[in-house]
């Protein structure tokens, strides 16, 4: 398996894992105690690594998700404690959820060893939020938590590199959303709002855009050899599975 193949595998089962913990009900409760919502939480607790900067800059870094709906969570979430704590609580629940989700995963040391590897081999030139996780400490350095950690960096790492080919096709975030598999059901998840372009134009700029993501991300998985790659396809698949037994399947 090459490492554009590796990459490219992977790119479900990053996404699944990478937001399991936001959406667990511990997780929401730990920001409910923070006074914030899920939106709020999650808009600050993926940004705030960046510390105070305006919501203009919170939407530039996350691409995908519309400006309005990046205003409304980073505002709300400003308006009641320090948005670099709210990253320090995701942080914290990243491990906790990992720990508790994935700390009996078979194989999850080989799984941590594998994906830290990539983590650490990946380049973060124009990801600050990928930087700035990845220079963020760990509260836990269990097998578990360190693995939910590792996925979520990859997770980050991937989106980023997306923004930047999404860019360079000449497609904006949201065109890239409508021209994707989920369409308009992911440009309204994301929080973007119609009037829509037309669809088909977007859709062999997107597929090509995809193209561009695996070979910028594969680069770091060229750190491992090529069964070595296979092999964290099949256990991040395999977590994904023993995570969401009724949902996990065969990255695409």
């Not at 009641?80 to 040391?109: F, H, I, K």
Request: charge should be neutral; hydrophobic fraction near 45%.
């Amino acid at each position: 398996m090459i490492p554009d193949q590796a990459a490219g595998a992977c790119r479900r089962s990053l996404h699944e894992l990478s937001t399991a913990y936001q959406e667990c009900p511990r997780t929401l409760s730990r920001a409910r105690q923070l006074g914030l919502s899920g939106w709020a939480f999650h808009i600050a607790g993926r940004a705030g690594v960046l510390g105070g900067v305006p919501a203009e800059t919170v939407a530039a870094a996350l691409g995908f998700i519309g400006t309005d709906a990046v205003a409304d969570g980073w505002q709300a979430a400003g308006a009641v404690t320090d948005p670099t704590g709210v990253a320090v609580v995701s942080m914290a629940e990243c491990c906790r959820w990992g720990a508790e989700q994935l700390g009996d995963c078979p194989q999850v040391d080989r799984l941590v060893e594998l994906a830290e590897a990539v983590v650490g081999a990946a380049d973060a030139t124009a990801m600050p939020l990928f930087a700035a996780w990845r220079a963020m400490p760990r509260p836990d350095d269990t097998a578990g938590a360190r693995a939910a950690v590792a996925v979520r960096l990859l997770a980050e790492h991937r989106s980023g590199a997306h923004l930047m080919a999404v860019r360079v096709a000449g497609l904006t975030p949201v065109e890239a959303l409508l021209g994707g598999p989920d369409g308009t059901k992911a440009a309204v998840a994301a929080g973007w709002s119609p009037p829509w372009p037309p669809v088909g134009p977007l859709i062999r700029r997107r597929l090509w855009a995809d193209r561009v993501t695996n070979r910028i991300t594969g680069q770091a998985f060229a750190v491992l050899r090529a069964e070595q790659r296979r092999e964290l396809v099949e256990l991040l698949h395999a977590a994904l599975s023993h995570v969401r037994p009724a949902t996990g399947r065969p990255a695409d």
